[in-house]
Structure formats: structure tokens, C-alpha cells
């Protein structure tokens, strides 16, 4: 307890990360639930990976057991870094979807929003090197326990780093102007604040700058904001279980 109070009171010394980081944990914690209503209809279409991914993508089913079958060593090693356990970071199943999704579509472009330790960041990195293609550009706010890390994305070892530019800042300021600079990408991750209003800021902002073909994708859908962006694009979700009560959302453009 004292401990993480020293880390929120060192984290309050950078005013403009600290109010926005206070706006959204309020945001999160008294708007979001109010936005509730559809969780039925995500539990209703919940799927395990292999199956959620060959219905958002359309792909056959061998082609994407193929790939979930030979996951990178680094997800599947029994000594995993500490990193890659800590409660906010990664599943196994968001990893195992993210790695599956990069190889088969084989993205020039990906924007993810939320980095922590950076497991989603290697993986996604480490797929396009063995595509011997793409670029991945990050946001991340930190937070108090990002002082609990060696650094944000500390995990990404250094030989893949020359495919990936890391932002620090709030996604509601940085990603407006990544999004217009980049002017199209093929993937967008979103793992930040998980409020309704953030996640629906992010979809909205990315969804216009999808490439034909290209897809959403959202961890811990916890709230309608998926739900609501779904009924305004005109599409149906893919809905991914995985080992925590949110899933993973997946819209592909098409």
C-alpha cells in the first residue's frame, strides 16, 4: 500500500500526464458504467482464438491453426520474463491473436495505443520481422505502476526496434496526429484506457484511416463502446475469449 502511494505521488509531479490520467480513471470508473448494456451480445459470440480469428478474417481454418500451433518461443516458454505476467499486460490469447493477425495480413502499418511492458509491442514486431515487413508505431501514458517497469516496452529486445516508434503522451492528444501523419494503416490495436468514451474516441479516430482489408482490434471489451462503433459502421464483431472476465474485439474493413 505504501508503496504504491509513493508511486502515485512521484507520478503527480508531471502535471499533464497526471491530469490526464485522473481524467480518465474517473471517466472510467463513473461514466463507463453506464455504458453496460450490451455485454450479453459479446458473451453471446465469444469464440476461442483459433475460431474468432478465422471468422473476422474469412481465412481457412488450417492456415490459421498452422500459425497458433508454432507461437514465437517467447510466448510459450515456461520462463517467461516477469513482465509478461503482471496483471495489466497481455494475454495469452490477445498475444496469440495479435501474432496470428500480423502474419496473415501482413500489415505495412500498425498503430497500437497502450504499451506497459511491452508484450503486444514484441510480438507484433517480432511477426513483422518475419514477415520481412511493417512498421509499428506505439502510444502509451504512464501510469503509477509503469514505475514498476524498467521502462515502457522494455521487453521489445533491441534488434526489432528499428520497426517501431514509441509516443509517450495521452492517446487523446497523440493519436489525432499519428493517424493524420500516417494518413493509412492497415491495423489498430487498441490496449489503453479501457473507458467507453476512450475506447469509442480511438475507434472512431482510426476507423476512417483502415485499409480496405485491414482490421480493428480491442482488448478488454468491457463496455458498449465496440457495440455502438459496430451498429454505426454497419458490421458484426468477432468476439475472442480469454483468460480474464473482458475479451478481445475484432472488426475487419472490408
Known amino acids: 500500500m505504501l508503496s504504491a502511494l509513493i508511486r502515485t505521488a512521484r507520478f503527480f509531479k508531471t502535471p499533464q500526464l497526471a491530469s490526464t490520467w485522473s481524467a480518465e480513471f474517473i471517466d472510467d470508473r463513473i461514466t463507463t458504467p453506464r455504458h453496460r448494456k450490451h455485454l450479453d451480445y459479446y458473451a453471446a459470440r465469444q469464440l476461442p482464438v483459433l475460431k ?12 490459421v491453426e498452422e500459425l497458433l500451433n508454432n507461437l ?12 509478461m505476467t503482471i496483471k495489466w499486460s497481455a494475454t495469452t490469447e490477445l498475444a496469440a491473436t495479435t501474432y496470428a493477425l500480423i502474419r496473415l495480413l501482413k500489415p505495412a502499418v500498425v498503430v497500437e ?10 510480438t507484433i514486431l517480432h ?46 492528444r497523440l493519436l489525432p496526429q499519428v493517424l493524420e501523419d500516417l494518413g493509412q494503416i492497415d491495423i489498430f490495436l487498441h490496449d ?25 482490434v480491442s482488448d478488454d471489451v468491457n463496455n458498449d463502446a465496440l457495440y455502438d462503433a459496430s451498429r454505426e459502421w454497419g458490421r458484426e464483431p468477432s468476439i475472442i ?3 480474464k472476465e473482458a475479451p478481445i474485439g475484432l472488426i475487419r474493413k472490408s
Open 192 to 216: 489503453s484506457r479501457h473507458s467507453y468514451a476512450n475506447q469509442l474516441r480511438e475507434y472512431r479516430a482510426a476507423w476512417p484511416i483502415i485499409s480496405d482489408g485491414g482490421m480493428l
Open 72 to 83: 514465437p518461443d517467447f510466448l510459450v516458454a515456461e520462463d517467461r520474463d516477469p513482465g
Open 113 to 122: 495505443t497502450g504499451v506497459g511492458a511491452g508484450v503486444s509491442s514484441w
Open 127 to 172: 511477426a513483422m520481422e518475419e514477415n520481412s515487413l511493417g512498421r509499428l508505431v506505439s502510444i502509451d501514458l504512464p501510469t503509477p505502476n509503469t514505475e514498476l517497469l524498467p521502462g515502457v516496452g522494455y521487453l521489445v529486445p533491441s534488434e526489432l526496434r528499428h520497426r517501431w516508434e514509441l509516443r509517450t503522451g495521452p492517446s487523446r
Open 52 to 63: 474468432g480469428i478465422v471468422e473476422a478474417t474469412g481465412l481457412d481454418h488450417p492456415t
Open 241 to 243: 475469449g480469454q483468460s
